[in-house]
């Protein structure tokens, strides 16, 4: 069966400090990865997706299929960071679900 | 763009009535809405997957009689939840996208959700 893990509930830093949030999968074949972030009062949005190989926001986040893990990296966390985020699996075949992680609250404190 | 709207945002009813949730795509036609639903502190659930002009397809465990997902058109999907009792209440939040479940390359774009709660 396919599952998203995030293993933090709570992930607290103060500002400009590294951040990685972390995001486990397993799924047998070729997954999609995404993070989503909820900013507070907002909708959940997408953040970046691992087929982009992009940075949003000096966020970045390289699937490592041997570790089958998803980890969300910033080098320097800003308060405007403080969400919830969410890793998020697609399978690979013709499907558009996604299967979402528990979440993980990231809170950048001054 | 891609703005999804979501109604009603709350609403609180009585047990044994049915309530309809709509979800909108306002600047966007999508071909494909999702419907999620959230407990507290809890991830988010996929409940069921809707195309246009063909019937919803339903997760496993989630009683299709139960939650009625109409999408009738490229803008407009609804869940009605019937005879609702206290355990159906919860956060119910969906997602449009411009591609059709076989096309997985097109994100989804989420509502603000529902926060729906049986007395």
């Known amino acids: 069966a396919q599952r998203v893990t995030q293993p933090e509930k709570l992930l607290s830093v103060f500002k400009g400090a590294p951040v990685e949030l972390k995001c486990n999968y397993s799924y047998s074949g070729s997954p999609e990865l995404f993070w989503y972030v909820q900013y507070s009062r907002q909708r959940l949005q997408l953040l970046l997706r691992?087929?982009s190989r992009e940075s949003i926001k000096g966020f970045t986040a390289d699937l490592n299929k041997g570790e089958t893990s998803f980890h969300l990296k910033k080098p320097f966390a800003q308060e405007e960071d403080s969400a919830m985020y969410y890793c998020a699996l697609k399978r690979s075949s013709n499907t558009g679900k996604l299967i979402f992680g528990q979440g993980t609250t990231l809170q950048v404190k001054p | 763009g891609a703005v999804v709207s979501q109604h009603p945002s709350w609403v609180i009813c009585k047990s044994g009535t049915s309530v309809k949730i709509e979800c909108r795509s306002l600047d966007f036609q999508a071909t494909t809405m999702f419907w999620y639903r959230q407990f507290p502190k809890q991830s988010l659930m996929l409940m069921a997957t809707?195309?246009?002009?063909?019937?919803?397809?339903?997760e496993q465990g989630v009683e299709k009689d139960k939650f009625l997902i109409n999408h009738a058109s490229l803008t407009l999907s609804t869940l009605t939840v019937t005879s609702a009792h206290p355990e159906d209440s919860s956060f119910y939040i969906c997602?449009?996208?411009?591609?059709?479940?076989?096309?997985?390359?097109?994100?989804?774009?989420f509502g603000d959700g529902t926060r729906l709660s049986i007395l």
């Open positions: 691992h087929i």
């Open positions: 997602s449009a996208t411009t591609g059709g479940d076989l096309y997985s390359n097109q994100p989804q774009h």
């Open positions: 809707s195309n246009e002009g063909s019937k919803a397809t339903y």
